[in-house]
């Protein structure tokens, strides 16, 4: 094969291209190709992989609640069940209740398949739970700087909520539409 010089401007002589690709363009196609690998790895395995941390997240909260002065939120869970129930529930009853249906929820979503589809159920029951105090209980979640720490608490199941909803997107059976 034989270059041709071509003259640029000011006489600068530019060698004809040789047909072999760039180090720069290589580098991209094989970060392309990388990048494609890694989509296709998450896409397989990160939905599982959130539905097993979340399951794992309600298994350990809600184990604690069967052990007394272990759940830093004991009162507050006898308190919202207090009111949820008008008297009929409360105490350790209240946590027991509280800690089957977390353990449970968290169980199922670990098992996967039908039985993640029962723990979502089981799951959004615990979060109308989670978030009464909110409704009922506001003096304890709000002070007058804003939330407090059992706000802040509370506030953070948004991101368990978002998370079941993903969870939600993959393991519930239907065609998905488009709007």
């Known amino acids: 094969m034989t270059t041709v010089p071509v003259r640029g401007a000011a006489g600068v002589v530019v060698p004809a291209p040789t047909g072999r690709p760039s180090t720069i363009r290589t580098l991209l196609s094989w970060e392309a190709r990388a990048e494609a690998a890694t989509k296709t790895a998450l ?13 794992g997240v309600f298994v350990v909260f809600g184990a604690m609640k069967f052990f007394p002065g272990v759940s830093p939120v004991e009162a507050l869970v006898s308190q919202t069940w207090e009111k949820l129930t008008f008297g009929l529930v409360s105490g350790q009853a209240a946590l027991v209740a509280t800690a089957l249906i977390e353990v449970a929820a968290g169980a199922l979503l670990i098992a996967g398949g039908a ?11 615990a979060f109308v739970g989670i978030l009464s105090p909110l409704v009922l209980l506001p003096a304890e979640v709000f002070g007058t700087a804003g ?27 239907g065609r998905a539409t488009r709007a």
Do not use: D, E, H
Not at 43 to 55: E, F, K
Not at 115 to 125: H, Q, S, W
């Open 115 to 125: 039985f993640a589809r029962i723990g979502l159920v089981v799951l959004a029951l």
């Open 147 to 173: 939330p407090t720490l059992t706000g802040q608490y509370i506030f953070k199941n948004v991101v368990l909520i978002a998370a079941a909803l993903v969870v939600a997107s993959q393991v519930l059976r």
């Open 43 to 55: 896409q397989r395995w990160s939905i599982p992989a959130l539905r097993i941390a979340l399951g």
